[in-house]
C-alpha cells in the first residue's frame, strides 16, 4: 500500500486522485498528516497541489455525479475526519473505473461518504442557528465559533445573502480562521488572540446593553411549566452555550 500525503486542502485532495491514475498506483491511504509512520506502508508519495489536475478530476467527477453528490464529497472532506480523505479517493475510483452511481448505495464508501456529508450538514444547519453576532468598536457584527467540523465554507453565502449590508466576520477558534465580509465579497481571514481570548474593549459600548435585552427577552418569553429539557438539549446540545448570548448569566 501507498501513502499519499497532501497539503491538506480540497485541490490537494483532488490531485491525489489525479496521481492515482497518472502513476497507475494500487491500494492508497491519504492523509495530510505528515507525521504518519512511513514504516506501516509499502511506500510514501508526496502530493504536490497543481491547479490544473484538480480542474481536471473536478470536472471528471461533475460529468459523472449530481451536484448533491459532488458536495456529499466535499462535505466529507470538511468533515476533517482521519478516514476521510481515503474514503473520498476510493469513492472517485470507483466512479471513473467501475462506473459506481450515486444511488449505489451497497458500496460500502458511497454510503459512508453519505453518511458523513449529514453530519458535516446538520452541523451546518446549526451554525446558521446559533451564531451571534456581537457589535464591535468599528461596527463590525463579529461572531465566534467551534463547530465540530470546518463548516465556514458551507455557510458564508447564507450570511452574505442574510446580512449584505453589514460588515461581519464569522471567525472559527477551533480552527484558527474565519471570513470576513466588506458588503462587497467574503473573503478568509486569520488573527490571533492574546490568551485566546476577545478583548471586550474591541465591542461597541451599546452591545452590553443589547445583550442584556436578549437575555431578558428570552427569560420573559420561557415558561417553566412548559420547560423539556431533554428536547431542549437535543435540539440546543450544551457544548453550543457558551457562544449563545441568551445563555450567558449576567
Known sequence: MTLLTFDGSWYGLLCCIFDVYDYKLGAVYVSADTHNQTDAFGSERIVYTDPEHAARVSKGLAGKLSAKAMGDLYACFLS???????????????VFSNGLTE??????????VT??????SRERHRMKAFIRFQLTSDNIFFAEIEPDFNVIPLIAGHFKG?????????????????IYYDLQKVEEVQFTFSEGKINSNVFAESEALYQNMWKDYFKHVSIDSRKNTALHLRHVPKRYWKHLIEKQVY
Open 162 to 178: 442574510r446580512y449584505a449590508d453589514q460588515e461581519w466576520i464569522i471567525y472559527d477558534k477551533r480552527r484558527k480562521y474565519g
Open 115 to 120: 453518511q458523513i456529508a449529514k453530519m458535516v
Open 80 to 94: 476533517e475526519l482521519p478516514e476521510a480523505p481515503s474514503l473520498i479517493v476510493r469513492y472517485a475510483r470507483a
Open 103 to 112: 444511488n449505489a448505495f451497497g458500496n460500502a464508501d458511497l454510503l459512508k
